[in-house]
Nanobody, 120 residues
Framework: VQLQAYGGGLVQPGGSLRLSCTAS????????MAWYRQAPGKERELVAQ???????NYVDSVKGRFTVSRDNTKNTMYLQMNDLRSEDAAVYYC???????????????WGQGTKVTVSS
């Protein structure tokens, strides 16, 4: 099982970007999926989480600007980021609880980071 995050890049302040995270491999079920970010010199923080029951959680600083969604048919999670600010610049990581085929327990997996740069 692997997670792959992509979609980062350079965007001007006020701009938008959409990140994607796709799970692949012998997957039986996916539980929560989440986006974290880590800026230089700072701790990794939870940005947004999508839960199997459809609920979503966001860190206060992105509420109203970021939207997390998922396409279960594609095992993919998205993060739509609007009105980007300099403080949003970071490496974004995806994280998910995944149960592999033939297993009942869920393990957490991390994708490689994708860098978001916000600069004029």
């Amino acid at each position: 099982v692997q997670l792959q995050a992509y979609g980062g890049g350079l965007v001007q302040p006020g701009g938008s970007l959409r990140l994607s995270c796709t799970a692949s491999g012998r997957i039986r079920s996916i539980g929560f999926m989440a986006w974290y970010r880590q800026a230089p010199g700072k701790e990794r923080e939870l940005v947004a989480q999508s839960n199997p029951n459809g609920s979503e959680n966001y860190v206060d600083s992105v509420k109203g600007r970021f939207t997390v969604s998922r396409d279960n048919t594609k095992n993919t999670m998205y993060l739509q980021m609007n009105d980007l600010r300099s403080e949003d610049a970071a490496v974004y990581y995806c994280n998910a609880a995944i149960s592999a085929q033939g297993r009942t327990l869920y393990n957490q997996y991390w994708g490689q980071g994708t860098k978001v740069t916000v600069s004029s």
